[in-house]
């Protein structure tokens, strides 16, 4: 029996020595560390009844890959229309957080709030610039019930109002063209009702605006065809110029929705205007929709505009904070849409 004990621990010996030749060498065991799967509950915010139970998640988990996982549970709930939540009342968790990075212990509660459906950009843009499109037909053509019956099917006589409509016309399938085939969205997505809200602004503007430039009062700019052809080519030069930059943008490398490299000026002297601001593609869509106000001297045109100066304003604001932090060589000459102002 003892030789048996004997022969079983040379053996055991034996194993060790070939197997640590082999570069299977015993560690510190201060560096030794406990492989620790987290536990994730997934509650309802309102009833706090529990929807789903995680077991075994991996440490470094992101919250997207959660949501992967609750998708599958719940087929309905599609990562986009998920957010998730530490507190009922509080802020939505990023897809990119890590679960141990969060300040949770090994079993996480986390509440679902439903967003709803959800469309990707490409849609949101699509319903955005086909609204206006009909629209401006529809006021441009006098269609019955909107003005007088006197003037149904009949056009405005002024040469400005027809020039509104091509300039109208072409803004908005320049648009339709470049959600198709130029700009590059990320994965993001809208809530359908926020969606419809988007709609209901540029559907409603495009209304109003139709409205009065198209109005058998309505009257031509104070200073006639000066001020009209030369709003004209402001309009058509700067419309080139957002085009030409969305192509440039096409062509810089982006990692979703931030950008891996900065955007500079080509041979296209449209671009230049990368020297002197951020978003070039803002500073020209602000051009255009000026251009057009001082062209049909129309209050909704002018209402319409500032309030796009205001928003695109917020929009490259962010996005140059967002150069200005990915890139310590950013080009400190540059502003966000003004140049040398704003």
Known sequence: ????????????????????????IAGDPKNVKNYVFFEVEILDPKSKTQLCYLDKVEPNAKIGEIKSLLHRLYPKWYPARQALKLHPEGKALSDDDILEELPVGTTAT???????????????????SIGPLFICLLFYYRLPYIYSHEFDYTRSP???????CICYMLHYIKRLMETIFVHRFSHGTLPLQTIMLHCLYYWGFAAWQAYYINHPLYTTPTYGNLQIYSALAAFLICESGNFSINLALNRISCNGSRPTEIPYPTKNPFTWLFFFVSCPNYTYEVGSWISFTVMTQCTPVAVFTCIGFIQ??????GKHKTYVKEFKDYPELRSAIIPLFL
């Not at 986390?110 to 955005?128: I, R, S």
Request: some cysteine; glycine content about 6%; aromatic content about 10%.
């Open 1 to 24: 029996m003892e030789c048996l004990e004997l022969r079983d621990l040379f053996t055991v010996a034996h194993f060790i020595k070939t197997r640590c030749s082999h570069g299977l």
């Open 110 to 128: 986390m509440f679902l709030q439903d967003l709803g459906p959800q469309l990707g950009w490409t849609m949101v843009f699509l319903a955005e």
């Open 158 to 164: 002024h040469v400005v109002v027809r020039l509104a």
């Open 312 to 317: 695109m304003t917020i929009w490259a604001r």
